[in-house]
């Protein structure tokens, strides 16, 4: 099949944390991709971590929003009429254990001020986010704030277990702490935003899927979104490349994902380019 042949490349990559947004890296592959002649449907992923609010909501409608939290106005998303509130915890915390000695206070203080919304869900994405207290502090600073009425579905981006479920790893153990302590619901980040946001139709409808992030590594395989729409692919029969900043997968677990290539680039100017070779493999 060749470019002319009708069919799109879906043009799928996450965001390149702390460097590039996943539009800008989806409209820096669709510039190389379309000078190669190909159609391309656009479609930035995210699996809970920074991100996730700017790729949903386009797709699911509703309005952008902010919160008070401490000293400053957080940004969230309402959408259902206000009766669901989209919250991003990389929004008060950091990926390194900084911030009020590695506290997860400001989480708890996020989820209690979205409350205030008047919204009956919580979706919260808890990627991208590594405080040292496992959730202790969210779950202390909920506490104090009387509770939380909503009911909350944590968007993991790693499967690793704690505090007793899986997936309870993401965002430092915050997830497993309010599955914990709130009864809060732990799905895949990346197969929720992916399913909103309709993948699995148009990855069948595509001639080749294009993932990408930041780094490829073990991570990749444990829930982030390149991994689980690589894999969907290939269950799906659909070729699948890939445009990174680094890798360090090795060959095994590139063969688990059945990637047709794997390119390296870091900047705009570059996945740019990445995108008019893979004009070519595709």
């Given at each position: ?32 991709l379309e000078a190669g002649g190909w159609q391309v449907d656009l479609c930035p992923l995210a699996d809970g971590g920074r991100g996730t609010i700017e790729v949903m909501l386009p797709a699911l409608g509703g309005d952008a929003a902010a919160v008070r939290v401490g000293e ?211």
């Amino acid at each position: 099949m060749s470019a002319s042949s009708g069919a799109p490349l879906l043009v799928a990559p996450a965001p390149f944390v702390g460097t590039l947004r996943a539009p800008q890296v989806a409209a820096a592959l669709g510039r190389g991709l379309e000078a190669g002649g190909w159609q391309v449907d656009l479609c930035p992923l995210a699996d809970g971590g920074r991100g996730t609010i700017e790729v949903m909501l386009p797709a699911l409608g509703g309005d952008a929003a902010a919160v008070r939290v401490g000293e400053r106005d957080v940004g969230i998303a309402l959408i259902e009429d206000g009766g669901t509130a989209i919250v991003e915890l990389a929004a008060v915390l950091g990926d390194d254990g900084s911030g009020e000695a590695g506290s997860s206070a400001a989480a708890g203080e996020l989820l209690l001020a979205a409350a205030e919304t008047g919204a009956e869900v919580l979706l919260v994405g808890a990627g991208d986010v590594a405080p040292r207290d496992g959730g202790e502090g969210a779950v202390e600073a909920i506490a104090s704030g009387g509770g939380l009425r909503p009911r909350l579905v944590v968007l993991c981006d790693v499967r690793t277990p704690a505090h007793g479920v899986n997936w309870g790893a993401s965002g430092g153990g915050v997830a497993g702490a309010l599955a914990e302590a709130c009864d809060a619901r732990l799905e895949s980040g990346a197969s929720f935003v992916l399913d909103q946001l309709d993948g699995d139709a148009r990855m069948r409808a595509a001639h080749a899927v294009i993932v990408g992030e930041g780094r490829l590594d073990l991570q990749t395989l444990a829930g982030k979104a390149p991994g689980e729409l690589a894999t969907r692919a290939r269950q799906s029969g659909v070729p699948c490349f890939a445009v990174v900043g680094s890798r360090t997968l090795d060959a095994f677990g590139g063969r688990i994902l059945d990637l047709q290539a794997v390119l390296e680039a870091g900047d705009l100017d570059a996945i740019e380019a990445a995108g008019r070779e893979l004009a070519r493999l595709a």
